[in-house]
């Protein structure tokens, strides 16, 4: 297909389990992105790739998350010892590279939804 | 700190009336903001992009404004349609790094 493509959809995991959460970007975008959305809330910014630069890991909530990208491609996005205060729809979007001082329009997939028991 | 400021509470409209979302923000200095809309159990889909130099942007039956004085931007939509019953959100960049930050948007209900 031609959008963001995440899987799994939906995932269920007891507390104290690792999970991996996948993103396939639209090829040509060297930027991509994980937002995390809880109910009710607005985007929560996780972590930022943008070509071969070193990754922006500031929004990440703790060291139990960790994402990476390989390729230039597809990211894994990574939760060990999950917590019940991570159950939320993970969020990936990608765009261009950034021109005239904007990032420009981002294309989001249609989200993980994480529910950890 | 940084702060973006959508209206949690839903707004009901009218079909054919206009629709006016706002978004406020302090201690920014946005290079540009943007609005998506989301649908339920859907990701966000990007609609306009406005910069700090441009007053107004107007796309199809959107028009964003953007005023860098009162930190704000209001987007409307004109002759609404119960389709456009959805929420929006709105975003700016984090001063140049390219992450934009999202406010929690504000739910649209247009009736018929």
């Known amino acids: 297909g031609a959008g963001v493509s995440q899987s799994p959809s939906n995932k269920v995991t007891e507390k104290g389990k690792d999970v991996e959460l996948r993103c396939d970007p639209i090829s040509g975008h060297t930027a991509l992105y994980w937002y995390r959305q809880s109910l009710g809330q607005g985007l929560e910014f996780l972590i930022y790739f943008q070509g071969n630069s070193a990754p922006d890991k500031s929004g990440l909530p703790s060291d139990r998350f960790s994402a990476e990208r390989t390729g230039g491609s597809v990211s894994t996005l990574t939760i060990q010892r999950t917590q019940q205060e991570d159950s939320a729809v993970y969020l990936c979007a990608s765009s261009l590279a950034p021109s005239g001082g904007a990032t420009g329009e981002l294309f989001f997939g249609e989200g993980s939804r994480l529910t950890v028991l | 700190s940084q702060k973006i400021e959508q209206n949690s509470e839903a707004l009901n409209i009218q079909e054919g009336k206009t629709a006016t979302l706002t978004c406020n923000y302090t201690?920014?200095?946005?290079?540009?903001l943007q609005w998506y809309r989301q649908d339920p159990g859907r990701g966000p889909v990007f609609l306009l992009l406005i910069r700090e130099n441009e007053k107004e942007k107007r796309k199809e039956r959107l028009k964003v404004t953007f005023d860098t004085t009162l930190k704000q931007s209001l987007f409307h939509i004109t002759a609404s349609q119960p389709a456009d019953s959805a929420t929006y959100l709105c975003?700016?960049?984090?001063?140049?790094?390219?992450?934009?930050?999202f406010g929690r948007g504000t739910s649209l209900i247009v009736h018929p």
């Open positions: 975003a700016l960049d984090r001063g140049g790094s390219y992450i934009p930050t």
């Open positions: 201690n920014y200095s946005p290079a540009y």
